[in-house]
């Protein structure tokens, strides 16, 4: 065999045995009917985007939603953590969210409750027509429908206005597929920017979950996130600034897990200040862009003193006391900036 020959067979050799880079996606197929002991996405389409309801960690309220598409009647995603589990019972179906809470109806709430092991309300009626599911819950004959006025799904006795059944898409397995960039935007190598986040319109949210940055600066106020709250430090939520001299943040929902307990300022107080990355949702959170769904955390090693409410020069700071910088270092009173004059922390214009 000649050389030539012999190379050319070590080449083919390599390209079948190299592995490209690869992620698993979980492959979800509309259903046209229900099998118990099956996990299934719920998913209403308006204007031609699927809203998906989401896992929710709470004791009760309405389920939030996530944007996907469909191909063919197939939706792809990275995660299986929305699916809800149907299992028939005596009457109806029961229906499990992957945290292993069952959803279930009582009262003259339109919303949905959550209890690993609910004692009344928890069975639904399924039926089908012309591929929309109508899941009525038999305990108060109330049927869930997905609001597009509210952006979220509840279970309701009449039809709500501009408000559409869903249909429901069957956990049909795994596929391997061609990884993403590892350099697109959003994803850890690239992460956005707090500037980013917020500048992002709430019709153009990216889809699945993305990696922001950002030093963290406080707890939110839950009536407007883009604000640090003045009151004592929660274990909900973190704000992360764009900089260190706090001018506005971005809320980051910390829901309860390894998340919460790592980042929260409750427990961390000494994370305050520390540059860190996040992933999770870009989602309306505490009235304004966020993140939602925090699922990873990595802190950069990189600092900061955190500054908030700085006012420029006052006539009753000593002229000629000594100024320094941030790092300390003595500056002359010429210095453009943030500096430290008398003990109070000023901008000197």
């Not at 309860?256 to 000494?270: K, M, Q, S, Y």
């Not at 090693?301 to 910088?325: E, L, M, R, W």
Request: hydrophobic share 35%.
């Amino acid at each position: 065999m000649n050389k030539f020959l012999r190379f050319s067979l070590f080449l083919a050799l390599m390209l079948l045995t190299t592995v490209s880079n690869a992620k698993t996606v979980y492959v979800y197929k509309k259903a046209t009917t229900i099998e118990s002991g099956k996990s299934y996405l719920i998913a209403a389409k308006v204007d031609d985007k699927l809203k998906v309801a989401k896992l929710d960690t709470r004791k009760y309220g309405y389920l939030s939603v996530f944007d996907a598409t469909e191909s063919d009647g197939t939706i792809e995603l990275e995660d299986a953590d929305n699916v809800f589990l149907f299992t028939a019972t005596d009457g109806g179906f029961t229906i499990q969210m992957s945290n292993n809470k069952y959803l279930y109806q009582k009262g003259t709430y339109d919303s949905f409750n959550f209890d690993a092991a609910p004692t009344e309300g928890q069975v639904w009626s399924v039926s089908n027509s012309e591929g929309f599911f109508k899941i009525t819950n038999v305990s108060v004959s109330k049927y869930i429908q997905y609001s597009p006025t509210h952006s979220s799904y509840g279970s309701y006795a009449e039809a709500q206005e501009g408000a559409v059944l869903p249909f429901l898409y069957l956990l049909d397995g795994t596929k391997e597929v061609a990884d993403d960039d590892p350099n697109a935007k959003g994803e850890k190598a690239n992460p956005y920017t707090v500037t980013e986040i917020q500048a992002i319109g709430e019709g153009a949210y990216p889809s699945g979950k993305v990696w922001v940055k950002g030093y963290i600066a406080g707890c939110v106020n839950t009536s407007m996130g883009s604000e640090l709250s003045s009151g004592n430090p929660v274990a909900s939520n973190i704000g992360l600034s764009a900089t260190a001299n706090v001018e506005t943040v971005i809320p980051i929902q910390l829901p309860t897990g390894a998340v919460r307990a790592a980042l929260n300022l409750v427990d961390n107080t000494n994370n305050l200040g520390k540059e860190v990355l996040i992933e999770g949702e870009v989602a309306k959170y505490c009235g304004v862009t966020g993140i939602k769904s925090s699922s990873a955390y990595e802190f950069t090693g990189n600092s900061v003193t955190i500054i908030t409410g700085v006012a420029a020069v006052k006539a009753d700071v000593d002229k000629n006391a000594p100024a320094y910088n941030m790092a300390g270092q003595r500056v002359s009173n010429s210095f453009k900036g943030l500096i430290i004059k008398g003990g109070k922390k000023l901008i000197n214009k």
